[in-house]
């Protein structure tokens, strides 16, 4: 990751997930000043003329075989480290191909013994007996804070943070049903700790706390 990253050594690490987001000139600047992005599966980027947002850097994208492609997932694809997360593979979820995939796409996958399950005995799941697995999102934190301890670390499109939703809203404006392998409740639970001990700083993304800002 610190190979892609735009500058070394990685200080600064923005994390963004797929929540829908109101625009903030203030957190799309945040976010493309930070030294590696890291977006997760059918992830936007701001458009040119239309209100910012999320930013428009990508530098690590984390996702899934099962990924809605989206206008941007596949930008300038040969520059970005693209990681495959597989933690359903633990339970026989069959291998697939998706269509959209480009035929020269390179990707790495995150082994589960190293990522999904110690990130399922951090969260306190019952894994072992359950087919659980956790969130892109999560995912994508859990590794920053754990390949770069000393990187400030900045969060945000993580809706599970403030709530507990019972679906999946996207910037893009898909939704979709949250999966029966996942605990968002539990992972909220997790983020809000490191954010209460000062490891993670959350941007919220709702109008309400923007203005607060």
Not at 116 to 132: H, I, K, N, S, V
Not at 145 to 171: I, K, M
């Amino acid at each position: 990751m610190a190979a892609y990253a735009r500058r070394t050594p990685v200080r600064t690490i923005a994390v963004v997930g797929n929540a829908p987001l109101v625009a903030s000139d203030a957190r799309a600047d945040a976010i493309d000043a930070c030294d590696l992005v890291v977006r997760v599966n059918s992830f936007t980027t701001d458009e040119p003329g239309e209100p910012r947002a999320a930013g428009r850097r990508t530098d690590v994208v984390l996702w899934s075989r099962l990924v809605r492609a989206t206008r941007r997932l596949y930008d300038d694809y040969p520059s970005r480290l693209y990681v495959m997360l597989e933690p359903m593979r633990m339970y026989h979820r069959p291998e697939v191909w998706p269509t959209s995939w480009p035929a020269d796409l390179g990707f790495v996958v995150a082994p589960n013994d190293l990522v999904a399950q110690p990130l399922l005995e951090d969260l306190g799941l019952p894994w072992r007996t359950e087919a659980l697995a956790p969130t892109s999102g999560t995912t994508a934190a859990w590794l920053a804070r754990r390949l770069f301890p000393d990187a400030a670390l900045l969060v945000t499109g993580l809706s599970y943070v403030a709530e507990d939703p019972q679906r999946w809203d996207y910037q893009s404006g898909a939704s979709g049903k949250i999966g029966p392998e996942h605990r968002v409740a539990a992972e909220g639970a997790l983020l809000r700790g490191w954010i209460e001990d000062g490891s993670v700083r959350f941007w919220p993304s709702d109008r309400a706390h923007e203005e607060q800002r």
